[in-house]
């Protein structure tokens, strides 16, 4: 249900801007808060319901207004800047990368080499994310809000999933000899992992 709420928001928000109906927008901003405070949403406590209100009012004044856009602007800024923080975080000294640390968690100790090639993809996704973050930053300056929407709700989402797919294909001939899980398995593996303790 949460990856559910998540997967609406990106939907949402293209369809309100496409179809130029607010309200569409006003649900993908409802649907990204209660992605994002599933848990404690889910668990009846006080605080996420509370800021899930809060979230719902100002949208809903937001939209009234038609000034939602400019709150739409910040998710495709905010999420991938933070995510990409954790992961460059990982790559200071001492620190695990996070692929390596995912790695680990599945499969336990890993050899030098698969720790260098996890260190090298940790990379690659702080490379990416760094350019997302970017493009979403400059898109609402420079081009029409169908084309920022195209970029950060549809083609961003096909980049991360290309990334996703290609690290695994590559994994799988780069180390044959290793045992790898199905595709499915390995989106669980990385769902699941406490990257949040690293």
Do not use: C
């Not at 293209?14 to 889910?42: D, P």
């Amino acid at each position: 249900m949460q990856v559910a709420l998540l997967l609406l928001y990106p939907l949402n928000v293209h369809l309100g801007i496409a179809l130029e109906w607010s309200v569409m927008q006003l649900f993908a901003i409802m649907a990204l808060a209660a992605g994002l405070l599933y848990k404690g949403l889910k668990r009846g406590d006080s605080l996420p319901w509370l800021i899930f209100l809060l979230v719902v009012l100002v949208s809903a004044g937001t939209t009234y207004f038609d000034i939602a856009i400019f709150i739409l602007y910040l998710p495709p800024i905010l999420i991938p800047l933070l995510i990409f923080s954790v992961f460059f975080q990982s790559l200071m000294p001492g620190q695990t990368p996070i692929v390596t640390g995912i790695g680990e968690q599945a499969r336990g100790p890993l050899t030098e080499e698969m720790r260098h090639y996890t260190r090298l993809v940790t990379v690659v996704w702080v490379f990416v994310l760094g350019l997302l973050t970017l493009e979403a930053a400059i898109l609402p300056w420079v081009a029409s809000e169908i084309v920022w929407s195209l970029f950060t709700n549809v083609i961003n989402y096909l980049v991360i999933a290309f990334l996703f797919a290609g690290e695994y294909v590559v994994r799988r001939v780069r180390f044959r000899d290793h045992d790898h899980p199905g595709f499915i398995q390995y989106l669980r593996i990385v769902f699941n992992a406490n990257v949040r303790k690293r």
